[in-house]
């Protein structure tokens, strides 16, 4: 067996350079853009061997920070934490607590992913439209998904998606997410003319950005 069978390759049309890395969810992943070759991504991997040791041990360190599935695990919404109550009935978060029936832990945590993503569309799909007002950028559809490599994304055509996973994190880095994507509606690759127009929509963008890769490293998901 390859010894870098279980890494994992994502290709993106938007991509334009090759990243190796540990991946917030303990996985080492190669991204790079859609037309990348295969045999040209074997030979990468296979140069790089001695950095892949190295992100095999942060990946491992990764995977041990991982949070135990329990009762009264202190679950992120917005960036403060909530109490996982075992309820009778009840699917819900209420303000104050996640509400979950017992059950199988699988079960337990599709119900608790369902719950987020009713959040993140409630939650991220307001303020996307607060902040395309504000900033006099059209746009066309929201949707929520279940994204663990990305934050979000945006077509040419305007449509915006975004991760479930980042109603999670404070409120300001939300916003910058959404500001990154909404300066995707100028410029779609990253290039410095995006980096000009995201810096006026986000002032703080690299800050943000750096504290979101943290906010993903200490708190990873359960799975």
């Known amino acids: 067996m390859n010894g870098n069978d279980n890494i994992k390759i994502i290709r993106s049309a938007r991509r334009r350079r090759v990243v190796l890395r540990a991946a917030a969810n303990g996985n080492i992943e190669l991204l790079v853009p859609q037309s990348f070759p295969e045999s040209a991504a074997q030979q990468l991997l296979q140069d790089n061997a001695a950095v892949i040791v190295r992100l095999r041990e942060k990946a491992r360190q990764i995977s041990s920070a991982a949070p135990v599935f329990s009762e009264n695990v202190q679950l992120f919404y917005l960036g403060k934490t909530y109490p996982l109550f075992q309820s009778l009935r009840l699917k819900q978060f209420d303000g104050e607590r996640f509400m979950v029936p017992a059950g199988k832990t699988e079960e337990r945590l599709t119900i608790l992913e369902n719950i987020y993503k009713k959040l993140a569309r409630q939650y991220i799909t307001q303020r996307v439209k607060l902040l395309a007002e504000k900033f006099e950028i059209s746009i066309g559809t929201i949707k929520i998904n279940s994204a663990v490599t990305r934050w979000g994304s945006c077509s040419a055509q305007g449509n915006l998606n975004f991760s479930w996973h980042l109603v999670r994190c404070p409120e300001e880095l939300i916003d910058s997410v959404i500001c990154h994507e909404l300066a995707h509606r100028f410029v779609l690759n990253h290039s410095q003319r995006f980096y000009q127009k995201l810096r006026k929509l986000d002032p703080f ?15 990873p998901w359960f799975r």
């Open 205 to 219: 963008f690299a800050e943000h950005r750096q504290a979101l890769r943290l906010f993903a490293r200490q708190h």
